[in-house]
């Protein structure tokens, strides 16, 4: 269930707590079967990743459950994590969203059509002083604009 590659960057995140708390490395854990699911969590996942950090599988899915960045429905190969809080919202975000959902032919949470791209609205992301922004994987986009936003997408491939 968890590949060769998962478990080799799961234990490096093992490695950085001390014996016996291989369960703190869940949140990571969890981030690293996701990508590999296309990033989606199933419950078997969840269940692998708690039997391979020996914690309740319970556990895990409170993580998983409780934290916006776990995807429990189908997604597409890059997920917009775009902050609707409220610097952001203030900021023109609402509208951002909506030009997003146009461009893309997809209302959030949805799957374009060629599985690229899914977007999700989430609350405050840190970076507010960028605000709007959204986050594609680990990276950031700040101070977004419909051209900013654009050029983005259409290099995502
Ligand atoms: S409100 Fe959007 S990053 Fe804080």
Redesign the pocket.
């Known amino acids: 269930m968890i590949s060769n590659k998962a478990k080799k960057q799961i234990d490096a995140w093992v490695a950085k707590y001390p014996e016996g708390r291989q369960s703190s490395a869940v949140m990571e854990a969890l981030k690293i079967v996701q990508a590999e699911n296309n990033n989606q969590l199933t419950h078997d996942n969840i269940q692998a990743v708690a039997d391979y950090l020996d914690m309740p599988g319970i556990a895990a899915a409170e993580v998983a459950t409780f934290y916006e960045n776990y995807n429990h429905q189908p997604m597409g190969k890059h997920v917009i994590r775009f902050?609707h809080?409220?610097?952001?919202?203030l900021n023109g975000?609402d509208d951002l969203i909506a030009h997003l959902e146009t461009k893309l032919g997809v209302k959030t949470g949805e799957v374009s059509k060629d599985g690229l791209v899914s977007v999700k609205k989430v609350e405050?992301?840190?970076?507010?002083v960028?605000?709007?922004?959204f986050q594609i994987g680990d990276q950031y986009y700040e101070n977004l604009t419909i051209e900013k936003i654009d050029e983005i997408v259409d290099g995502l491939k």
């Open positions: 902050c809080n409220i610097s952001c919202m975000a405050c992301l840190g970076a507010c960028g605000a709007p922004m």
